[in-house]
DNA sequence: AATGAATGAGGCTTCATTCAT
DNA sequence: TATGAATGAAGCCTCATTCAT
């Protein structure tokens, strides 16, 4: 049976996973310890473009440099191998926001404005921008997926990013607006963003679109101009 | 003679596409005219939630109520299927959103508000919201997809609305942003509304999100608020 | 049911066959008296120039100008069919050599050269030439046309022309040979002529090859000077 | 490596064909090497039984030893195997002959009842006799088998006899007969004696023919005593 | 550990045949 | 009679997975 890598029911990987590399300091690109990494890497990029069902396991395997039965000494199956390439990346990533958050020092629109064209800048720009469109692919096939990227990506994130304009509301640095919304209206273009990436933005002759890091920085300072202002007419319509 | 399903390749659809229903009066079913959509319907429903390629075209025939073999009498393939879903329900509202931004009088503002709290509303609640995530996650498998939809969505419903922005920006109305990007910051959103109502938003016990069509105007007056407002900081960033 | 279209397990049909005319004598091409004999037409030059199993019911159907359902108002199955395309054109052929022999006067190698070039040369320009391939390429998946082809083409074929030769032999006008094979040497020719025709004959840039008339007459000569001749060394290759 | 099966354009085989064996050493069976050859025995045997169309590629797999799937390794569909047969046995036989012939000493007459007793006869007895069928069957369905059947096999053919034939009429040791029909008539029974034992004379209770090699050398003396002699009754036919 | 030949379940598509009109 | 829409069994081929080397 191979490496069985026991399926971990907390959040840092909700899935099956490979054992962490005994030695996680010394990883030479062509040593057997980076092989789960080069077989998650290889296997995002080619969901995120193909889709999950379309995705043959030996052309996994051919991208990360290996022979088809190999792969399967590292996962038991194509499926477990998607979780394990969803938990492995997304749970890094949240780590990484978390801290970066609680290590800032400022204004909540400083500190909104720094998450973003900082922190997601780099997201974008990095291979986990693939997840969101793998997550949002498949997590109707995968149940599992979606209560694992509710629990360790949505939450928090909404969480972090709620917190802070809920505390500028609060403050009065911010116009009382629906902070679940604010929320959305600041996160939706970002991931949107990383969807365009990998999907209509990665076919050929792309159409004259804004560049991305100058629409993240447009859009976080768009969005926070109107939380600054009164949002009346949402009020009034509500009502 | 089969309904041919014959392919146009201007701009209303680039697919091959059945001729519309001879015989417009909708009887429940079992109509031989009504086959195209109803295979179209159930098509776009099953491609969406599971994908394309994990949709068995068998499904497809079933949920239509009509035999597998049925479904090649219509459409010579299971892709040439998918191109007829996304473009018959694509095309038409195209249509429909032009018409109605023409016919409009009044301010950029109102026409803004009421295009999206209105017709994209519509949009949300309809099956074509689907029509969403299947481009997206389907348009790096087919080419034809990605042209199709660029030249008969992104470039009309970006000139559209952005047309509408520009006109703003020009009569002082709103402040000189990017209007490429003032198109994405109020489109995205909308975007993600749809494939998180076909995707997480479909998972069962549903986190306690903003509803949907509130968020739709309150994201709509934040952005119009930033948009009345004096973006100096953008043009900062950039310098 | 379909009109049935008795099995006949004598000579003259062997296998299922539509209601013979019932007016054999007024037949408008397009009256619904001539539509078995359209499909006959049709089926031979199909079934010959595809295969039996390549061909597809409805082409049969649409190049006798009629709808795929109508086929199974004559013949109550494709198999059916093909059977009757072989019965009904070779039992017509069979009956017309034989006559013609028996009307014959004159000299044994006058009668096969006649037989030959007169009767051959016939059947050769005939849709029947194509019926020798459709044997040779359906017998061993339908056994029926096995027992049907031996008994009323091989065998009353083989009785005829070797009734010829043998008197021939008897008579000292040709060398003591095996008659059976004189026969095959005679016919085999004649056979391959016609799978010639419907087989790389029939595919695009001919070979310049000798025109089939000039080469029947060549070839009967041949083998009549060979006949006329002492094959000593047959013999003595058989002792 | 899969036995990559490349496609050749050149004369030895046009079509798809399995480099040969590394290691000729032929275990019985369950060597990988071996598989190419088994797949094309038992193609051959089936598809000139029950034809290419009548053959499933399952039954196929099935006597050569194989599951279904095993094929598809070796060939990329049933069509590039029903090439492949062809060619490979063809090229090999084609090769054959014309060593056997550019080898013998010896008067026409004595090359000729040669290479029709001896050379003939082994193929007639071979398995390769079956192409003769597969050709006649499939050539109008594939007409890259006809290309290549002209090429490699009747024009090398017709070429070697026709050379022998015209030899002898040059040097007065036959008769001033039209080559190309002497050739017609000493090959032609040849093929049609290949045809008959793979479709009547495979069917269940044989008639009394002549038997095979006996035949041959019959009809080839009978013709070489045609040839010697004077066909003026041609001559005078065609004035 | 790594490989890749082999397997066979499963999906797409075809087509003989039926049957309501 | 004639039609052609509908059916579903059956065939080709793919690919996840196994396992002997």
Chains 1, 2, 3, 4 share one sequence.
């Not at 971990?8 to 040593?31: D, G, K």
């Not at 792969?71 to 749970?91: D, G, M, N, W």
């Not at 629109?109 to 064209?117: G, I, S």
Request: net charge negative; proline share 6%.
């Amino acid at each position: 049976m191979p490496t069985q890598a026991g399926t971990l029911l907390t959040s840092q990987s909700l899935f099956r996973c490979p054992p962490p590399s005994s030695h996680p300091t010394r990883r030479a690109s062509a040593a057997k310890e980076a092989r789960p990494q080069e077989l998650i890497d290889a296997a995002l990029e080619l969901f995120a473009e193909k889709g999950f069902a379309a995705t043959r396991s030996e052309e996994v395997a051919a991208r990360a440099g290996v022979a088809k039965g190999t792969l399967y000494l590292y996962y038991p199956s194509k499926e477990e191998l998607l979780k394990a390439v969803i938990s492995q990346r997304l749970s890094s990533e949240i780590v990484a926001v978390t801290e970066y958050a609680n290590a800032f020092q400022g204004s909540c629109e400083a500190l909104l404005r720094d998450v973003f064209t900082e922190w997601w800048s780099r997201v974008f720009d990095s291979p986990t921008s693939a997840v969101f469109k793998l997550v949002i692919t498949e997590v109707r096939n995968f149940p599992e997926i979606a209560a694992f990227y509710r629990a360790e990506v949505v939450e928090p994130a909404t969480a972090l990013v709620g917190e802070i304009v809920e505390r500028g509301v609060r403050s009065g640095e911010f116009a009382p607006v629906d902070v679940r919304g604010a929320v959305m209206s600041l996160v939706f273009p970002m991931i949107m963003l990383c969807l365009h990436k990998h999907s209509l933005g990665a076919c050929a002759p792309a159409t004259d679109m804004m560049e991305p890091h100058a629409f993240i920085r447009q859009h976080v300072e768009l969005v926070l101009h109107g939380l600054r202002a009164h949002p009346t007419s949402t009020a009034g319509a509500d009502a």
